[in-house]
């Protein structure tokens, strides 16, 4: 009775997690996308080369990034007080927590400055450093004529929905640490096959790289100094 009723609070818990992602996906995401695309291909290049800068690391990073990443802590910090958030553009916060939030506010900005497809949103919640729910949102990405795509994966229900419909993965492709392979009806009820970045395991070695830097104070001198040297040689 005991492990039931535990079993039943953690699904409850991983749907609270997966609807307070995908609510943030489909507002707030949704919303800061429609921001930067609106108008002509020219406003948006224009508006991008506007907002857009190089972080030290050579990355490209723009307000809307930011942005983003604020809402989404500003998001979790009352719904989920316990949890960490790692992102991309502020520094770790409870870096103790059980379970821990990575975030990637905007993948694939080169992709989004060169007009492409593959850019959106990511937010994954892991437990004890494995992922449970993922939720990613292709503003451009349209895949079933919908649009855009938006993915939800949940490990303890073993499945993976596009706009809400089931999608069969490639267990193949989905062991390579870069890429997950899925497929999904196209209007003529044939199977397409469509290839979705993922930076699971990039942001997962972020996190053990930030966490290690922040709890040494030599690691970060050394860190600040290999970057001024860097800005020197230029």
Known sequence: ?????????????????????VDFMTREAKATFGQILEGGEDAVRDRLAKAREIKLDKSEVTKWDRALERRFREGVAPTFPEDAVVGEE??????????TWTLDPIDGTSELIGMGRYFGSIATLFEDGVPQVSVTYWPLLDL????????????DRNEILLNGKPVTPNVEAMNRSDSVLLYAPDEEAKLEEFEIRTENEALKKEQTGLTKLLASDTQQWEKISGEIRDLKGK
Do not use: I, M, Q, Y
């Open 1 to 21: 009775v005991v492990r039931e009723r535990e079993k039943l609070e953690r699904a409850k818990s991983l749907g609270d997690a997966e609807k307070f992602a």
């Open 144 to 155: 079933d004529g919908s649009g855009s795509s938006l993915f939800v994966a949940r490990r």
């Open 90 to 99: 502020f520094p770790v916060e409870n870096r103790t927590a059980k379970r």
